[in-house]
């Protein structure tokens, strides 16, 4: 639960910046996709251009946790040592890494 708010939280504040800066300088009404007009309300312009820039933002923060686990947390094994296969070269560790 930690890990998520250290990556939804940062995202929410970024996406907010971003979303403030875009549409200062962007009108909704006079925007285009693929050469179409938006047919949209400004609303659910902003609305979608909000969560589009938190999920851009979420994943570069999960990105960032998954990057910075240690090699403790990547290679240790999920197992009790009792229950590793025979066959496991972590068999005989106590924590599992070796």
């Known amino acids: 639960m930690q890990r998520l708010m250290w990556i939804l939280w940062p995202a929410f ?3 907010g910046i971003a979303e403030g ?3 200062s300088l962007f009108d909704p ?3 285009h996709f693929f050469g179409e007009p938006v047919e949209l309300g400004r609303t659910a ?3 979608i251009g909000f969560f589009l820039f938190w999920a851009f933002a979420a994943a570069s923060s999960a990105l960032t946790c998954f990057l910075q686990r240690s090699p403790f947390e990547v290679n240790r094994c999920p197992l ?3 229950d590793r296969p025979a066959d496991c070269p972590k068999r005989g560790l106590p924590g599992g890494c070796g």
Do not use: H
Request: hydrophobic share 45%; proline share 7%.
């Open 13 to 15: 504040l970024v996406a």
């Open 21 to 23: 800066i875009t549409f």
């Open 29 to 31: 009404q006079t925007m």
């Open 45 to 47: 312009v902003y609305s």
């Open 80 to 82: 009790p040592e009792t």
